[in-house]
C-alpha cells in the first residue's frame, strides 16, 4: 500500500558534498543560482559556508557531515522536512563516515526523495518541470511495519 506526500512548489533541497566535491557543489550550485532562489537551501557544515558565500542568499547550515550533518538531514528526511538531496559524494576516497552515507542513501530510498550523487543527475533533477509546480510523491505506508506483531524472546 502506498501513501502521497506533496512537495511544494518551494522545496527544501539538502546540499552535501564531500571534502573533493566541494567545488563542483560551489560551481553546479552558482551555475543553477536561478533555479536554486526558488527553495530552501540546507547544507552540512562547510558545504553550506561556501555555497551561500557563492550564491550570496542564506543556507540553513548543520554540523560537518562527519560530526553529525548527515545525521540531521537525514532526520529531517524522516520527518518529512527535506524534499530533494544533492549529495555529490567521492567515490574514490573511503570517508570516516562512510555508514551515515549509507544511511542517507538508504533514508532517500525508504522515503522516495530524489538524490543526486552527482552533476549529471543533479542536472536532471535541477531541470525536471516538477522543480517549478507542486509534485504527489508516492511513498511506501509504513504503518503495518509500525504496527507488526513483535514478539518478545
Not at 524534499?83 to 559524494?89: H, K, L
Request: net charge negative; aromatic share 8%.
Amino acid at each position: 500500500m502506498f501513501i502521497t506526500k506533496k512537495l511544494p512548489q518551494r522545496k527544501c533541497i539538502a546540499l552535501i558534498a564531500h571534502d573533493h566535491k566541494k567545488e563542483d557543489m560551489v560551481q553546479w550550485s552558482v551555475h543553477n543560482k536561478q533555479m536554486l532562489a526558488k527553495h530552501e537551501l540546507y547544507a552540512t557544515g562547510t558545504t553550506g559556508k561556501l555555497v551561500e558565500e557563492a550564491l550570496d542568499r542564506p543556507v540553513k547550515k548543520f554540523l560537518s557531515g562527519p560530526l553529525g550533518g548527515d545525521q540531521q538531514i537525514g532526520s529531517l528526511i524522516a520527518t518529512g522536512d527535506i524534499d530533494m538531496v544533492i549529495f555529490f559524494w567521492d567515490p574514490m576516497e573511503a570517508q570516516p563516515h562512510d555508514t551515515d552515507v549509507k544511511a542517507l542513501l538508504r533514508l532517500c530510498a525508504v522515503w522516495n526523495i530524489p538524490m543526486a550523487c552527482d552533476r549529471s543527475t543533479a542536472d536532471f533533477i535541477i531541470t525536471s518541470p516538477f522543480m517549478s509546480d507542486d509534485y504527489e510523491a508516492i511513498i511506501p505506508d509504513y504503518s503495518g511495519y509500525l504496527k507488526r506483531n513483535i514478539a518478545a524472546e
